[in-house]
């Protein structure tokens, strides 16, 4: 049974008995149903109609076929791979989720899911084709984002999420380059870089640049960012801990109690 709804910004959007459902668990749902109609769609001989989804920019430029900037990344044939994906965003795409707030995670996602195409379509009027389907890159820029904000969290064996991070980037590149897939290697970069970018900006309260400030008008007010207290941002941990002790707590909710109490002792030690 689906209880009551809670649309805080980094609350769950429902729940299903005792599980949260974050934004992150929705697009998850909606890629693995992708993933069956796309195996439907393979047995049924539509092709032509997975290729009308998938991103082309010849298509994009010839016929102006821009819901391919979406639905490229819904075009799923049958995998393991494909559920490491749907792992990554459930999992890692919660903590973000949780710590920057939904409509953050949903404009990282969203700037994820439309770079690649933008660029390989600006990329096309010098002479370079593309064709782009599936969101391995896209998922896979979700689990560099929570390796930026949580560099120190320990995921397997120990070890901790930034080398786990820098491992697979070392091996995704080296994979499409041993494959000669330039479009593959721009994607990769380009989804990598732009999540470590933005959750950086985001981390420090910035998103955009204040362009205000560069507009030659004096006594312009600038816009400040109020951020919340290292105290407040624990408080879900410290009301957990106290439920279930230190135990209950996940690899990202250690690091992020780590680092508040770093920021608290830097803080006196500046006072």
């Known amino acids: 049974m689906i209880a009551a709804r809670n649309f805080g910004n980094t609350s769950p959007l429902t729940w299903i008995g005792r599980v949260p459902v974050y934004a992150s668990t929705v697009l998850a749902?909606?890629?693995?149903?992708?993933?069956?109609?796309?195996?439907?769609?393979?047995?049924?001989?539509?092709?032509?109609?997975?290729?009308?989804?998938?991103?082309?920019?010849?298509?994009?430029?010839?016929?102006?076929?821009?819901?391919?900037?979406?639905?490229?990344?819904?075009?799923?044939?049958?995998?393991?791979?494909?559920l490491?994906?749907?792992?990554?965003?459930?999992?890692?795409?919660?903590?973000?989720?949780?710590?920057?707030?939904?409509?953050?995670?949903?404009?990282?996602?969203?700037?994820?899911l439309?770079?690649?195409?933008?660029?390989?379509t600006a990329a096309s009027f010098a002479g370079v084709p593309a064709i782009l389907s599936g969101s391995a890159a896209l998922h896979f820029g979700v689990f560099i984002a929570f390796?930026?904000?949580y560099p120190s969290a320990e995921i397997f064996f120990g070890i901790r999420a930034k080398w786990i991070a820098i491992c697979l980037v070392a091996v995704g590149a080296l994979q499409v380059l041993a494959a000669r897939d330039p479009v593959g290697l721009a994607v990769l970069a380009l989804d990598c870089g732009a999540a470590f970018v933005l959750v950086r900006r985001l981390r420090a309260g910035e998103f955009l640049p204040d362009f205000r400030a560069m507009l030659p008008v004096r006594n312009t007010p600038r816009l400040r960012v109020v951020k919340d207290p290292p105290e407040a941002s624990i408080d879900s941990i410290l009301e957990k801990i106290s439920r279930a002790g230190m135990r209950s707590l996940t690899s990202a909710e250690r690091a992020r109690l780590d680092r508040a109490r770093e920021d608290l002792l830097e803080k006196d030690r500046t006072q």
Do not use: N
């Open 84 to 112: 490491l994906e749907l792992y990554m965003l459930v999992v890692f795409g919660q903590e973000i989720e949780k710590f920057l707030g939904r409509r953050e995670f949903l404009a990282i996602y969203a700037v994820l």
């Open 147 to 149: 390796a930026t904000l």
């Open 29 to 82: 749902a909606a890629h693995a149903l992708a993933m069956v109609l796309t195996a439907v769609a393979m047995a049924s001989g539509a092709e032509r109609l997975l290729q009308a989804l998938q991103f082309s920019s010849a298509e994009v430029r010839g016929d102006f076929a821009v819901w391919q900037f979406v639905t490229y990344a819904f075009v799923h044939p049958p995998g393991l791979v494909f």
């Open 114 to 120: 439309l770079l690649p195409p933008l660029a390989l």
